[in-house]
Nanobody, 127 residues
Framework: QVQLVESGGGLVQAGGSLRLSCAASGRTFSSYAMAWFRQAPGKEREFVAVISKFGGSTVYADSVKGRFTISRDNNKNTVYLQMDSLKPEDTAVYYC????????????????????WGQGTQVTVSS
C-alpha cells in the first residue's frame, strides 16, 4: 500500500554531512508519520527521528539531537534526514518507515508502530 525507497547514503569522513531521502508512493503520504531508524551489524534496529504528518512536530534520539534534522515535503511525497557532524558511531543502514497513526507521542519511537519500511541505505563514517 505504501512503497518507500531510501537514497543518499554513502561514505563520509567524521565531521562531514549527508542528506538522506525517502521517496514514498501514493497520494495519501500526509496520512502517515514518517521516521528514520538505523541498524548496525549485530545490533538492534534503533530509533533516530520521527516527524508528524504535516511536519509540525519532531522527536529525535538523544544520540543525534542537535546534529540530525528530519523534514518532509508532502507535495513531493518525500522525507529527509539531514545529518551533520557525523561520527563513526553513526555508521549503520538507515531505514525510513511510515506509521498510519492518528496520534502523536513517545510510542512512535517504537518500530512496532510502523507498517511500512524501505530497503535501507548504507551510511559509513570513517575515522
Amino acid at each position: 500500500q505504501v512503497q518507500l525507497v531510501e537514497s543518499g547514503g554513502g561514505l563520509v569522513q567524521a565531521g562531514g554531512s549527508l542528506r538522506l531521502s525517502c521517496a514514498a508512493s501514493g497520494r495519501t503520504f500526509s496520512s502517515y508519520a514518517m521516521a528514520w531508524f538505523r541498524q548496525a551489524p549485530g545490533k538492534e534496529r534503533e530509533f533516530v527521528a520521527v516527524i508528524s504528518k504535516f511536519g509540525g512536530s519532531t522527536v529525535y534520539a538523544d544520540s543525534v539531537k542537535g546534529r540530525f534534522t528530519i523534514s518532509r515535503d508532502n507535495n513531493k511525497n518525500t522525507v529527509y534526514l539531514q545529518m551533520d557532524s557525523l561520527k563513526p558511531e553513526d555508521t549503520a543502514v538507515y531505514y525510513c518507515a511510515a506509521a498510519p497513526t492518528t496520534g502523536w507521542g513517545d510510542h512512535l519511537k517504537s518500530r512496532n508502530w510502523y507498517n511500512y519500511w524501505g530497503q535501507g541505505t548504507q551510511v559509513t563514517v570513517s575515522s
